[in-house]
């Protein structure tokens, strides 16, 4: 298994931007699927983001236009870029990874996202 560390989250104005970023490490990162998750107060965890090992992205519709995931093999992170926030996206974004060889399953921490004038 792998372990995740989030970080980049804090405190941003309606139509700002923030860049998230996943730091992994312990095994073949390149082997793996690479997801941004976020559960907002009071609701249910949703699927923001995923990256496959082939650096194929999908995002939930919410986002798309807005926000972009990208993988870098050679450091092992995979960042969250977010523009044009709005307070609907307030949440802890958290991040997970798959193993496409084995399908073990890891998650990082959290880290809050927090959209607001």
């Known amino acids: 298994q792998v372990q995740l560390v989030e970080s980049g989250g804090g405190l941003v104005q309606p139509g700002g931007s923030l860049r998230l970023s996943c730091a992994v490490s312990?095994?073949?990162?390149?082997?793996?699927?690479i997801r941004w998750h976020r559960r907002a107060p009071g609701k249910q965890r949703e699927l923001v983001a995923t990256?496959?090992?082939?650096?194929?992205?999908k995002y939930v519709d919410s986002v798309k236009g807005r926000f972009t995931i990208s993988r870098d093999n050679a450091k092992n992170t995979v960042d969250l870029q977010m523009n044009s926030l709005k307070p609907e996206d307030t949440a802890v974004y958290y991040c997970n990874g798959v193993s496409e060889w084995d399908g073990a399953n890891s998650w990082g921490q959290g880290t809050q996202v927090t959209v607001s004038s």
């Open positions: 990256i496959n090992s082939a650096s194929s992205t």
């Open positions: 312990g095994s073949i990162f390149s082997r793996y699927t």
